[in-house]
């Protein structure tokens, strides 16, 4: 089945921006009084703002409120953007290439300020026909919701689609779209095997997705 369009996860594929959320929560849940458990970092890459407010400020045990958290959270990551946002290898390029070939979308678990703050800081906004983040779905990753809410937006149907993906949780989301999906494991953040086993392929850097990689998967 040919590809119709490819779908971008943004954090870790696009942007190099999980070391940056992990540094700027980790320092959020130190100062308000929570603790930062082993296995947080992996459990976090992929919620959607809401589930990972909730978490630090409940299970994490951070002295405010969700919402409260998910503010201050969120504008440090912009002040942060301001300053530099860390473009991972040619990912600028390699979204620009594939966009002459296909549609593209942009499913994220990043809030839809930080999505516009990144694509305008690469100037990449108009190569996506589709935006969205998983605040505005029923369920952040691994559920597909965001997948499948793109696919409809860009009138294709999922098994047409390939997504690209760094994360665990994201490889699960697009797999259970019914995507087929281009996985490009984080150096630091490394797939679980049952993720590695859901994608189609794995690549050891976004620099290597070519528009070859993609008609493979048809």
């Not at 407010?53 to 045990?61: C, D, R, T, V």
């Not at 390699?94 to 300020?113: E, K």
Request: contains cysteine; charged residues 25%.
């Amino acid at each position: 089945m040919t590809v119709d369009a490819v779908v971008f996860d943004l954090d870790g594929v696009i942007v190099d921006s999980e070391p940056v959320w992990e540094e700027v929560r980790r320092a959020y849940v130190a100062a308000r009084g929570g603790t930062w458990q082993p296995d947080t970092q992996r459990r976090l890459m992929g919620m959607s703002t809401g589930e990972w407010a909730e978490y630090l400020s409940g299970e994490l045990g951070v002295d405010r409120s969700a919402e409260q958290v998910a503010v201050d959270v969120v504008e440090e990551m912009a002040r942060r953007y301001a300053v530099r946002v860390p473009l991972i290898d040619d990912a600028d390029l390699v979204v620009r290439r594939l966009a002459a070939r296909w549609p593209l979308g942009l499913a994220s678990s990043s809030p839809t300020r930080l999505i516009a703050a990144a694509l305008t800081a690469a100037d990449l906004t108009a190569e996506f026909r589709v935006t969205l983040s998983t605040e505005r779905t029923a369920r952040g990753k691994p559920a597909p919701d965001v997948y499948l809410a793109v696919a409809e937006r860009l009138g294709v149907d999922p098994a047409r689609c390939a997504a690209v993906e760094d994360s665990s949780n994201g490889v699960r989301s697009a797999a259970a779209a019914g995507m087929r999906v281009i996985a490009v494991p984080h150096g630091l953040y490394p797939l679980d095997p049952d993720a590695a086993d859901l994608a189609a392929t794995v690549l050891s850097s976004v620099h290597d997705l070519t528009p070859e990689v993609v008609d493979r998967l048809g």
